[in-house]
């Protein structure tokens, strides 16, 4: 399939693509667990307390255990006096089961947001950055012509060595690559900015990643 592609002064053209990435079929199901998934592995669990066992002091017995008229204690690290172990509490981070995402459902759910974000015409593709802009005012004034001023950007490496500085200042922007891609982002930003050369690579990870799911099979 065709789709448009902008040169940095705005005047268009066309570049092919695959229908696999751009046009394949919207999962709204999939992409939403994709995303609760993603965002349960990114919460920080650091809530920790200590088991009777972390708890520093004696272990001898806080009195006899028979002969007294009381309850049989051992030590003060119980849960059931001050300054003890805290039963059933939380474990820190290293207790939460991480959510796997297996290749195939990244694959589809990355195909599901690309395709429903062209459908919305939230997805611009720019030529190769050729010309260095080094200017935050300069770089702003261009995506504000494109109506880009919320946008995640996956660029190719020559064109982030010439326009990844102006950009780091920009509220609302991110700049990323193939490699490095998350669908969380791909969702949390109105527009998605490709690079010609980004989109290739995009294409040549995706179709390899397909051929290799269907080789195990």
């Known amino acids: 399939m065709k789709i448009e592609k902008f ?13 696999k990435i751009f046009g394949s079929k919207i999962n709204r ?7 609760y998934k993603n965002i349960a592995n990114f919460k920080g669990r650091k809530a920790k307390t200590k ?3 972390e708890i520093i002091g004696s272990t001898s017995k ?9 309850a049989r204690h051992a030590s003060r690290k119980a849960p059931l006096f001050v300054g003890g172990g805290v039963a059933h509490g939380p474990k820190g981070e290293n207790s939460y089961q991480t959510r796997k995402l297996n290749k195939k459902e990244k694959k589809m759910g990355l ?4 395709s429903e974000k062209y459908n919305l015409k939230d997805v611009i593709v720019f030529d190769d950055f050729a010309k260095s802009i080094t200017k935050t005012k300069e770089m702003f004034s261009f995506l504000k012509k494109f109506d880009a001023t919320s946008s995640i950007l ?11 500085r102006s950009l780091k200042n920009i509220p609302n922007i991110k700049v990323s690559d193939i490699a490095n891609l998350a669908l969380y982002d791909l969702v949390k930003y109105k527009k998605i900015i490709f690079t010609e050369t980004s ?9 390899w990643q397909r051929n290799l799911i269907i080789m195990t099979i």
């Open 111 to 114: 195909a599901s947001i690309i």
């Open 199 to 207: 989109i290739k690579e995009l294409e040549k990870r995706y179709i």
């Open 7 to 19: 040169t940095i002064d705005g005047s268009k053209n066309s570049l092919e693509v695959t229908d």
């Open 62 to 70: 806080i009195y006899a255990q028979k002969g007294t008229g009381n």
């Open 154 to 164: 996956i660029l190719d490496t020559a064109s982030k060595e010439k326009i990844g």
């Open 51 to 53: 088991q009777k066992n």
């Open 29 to 35: 199901k999939l992409v939403s667990e994709i995303l």
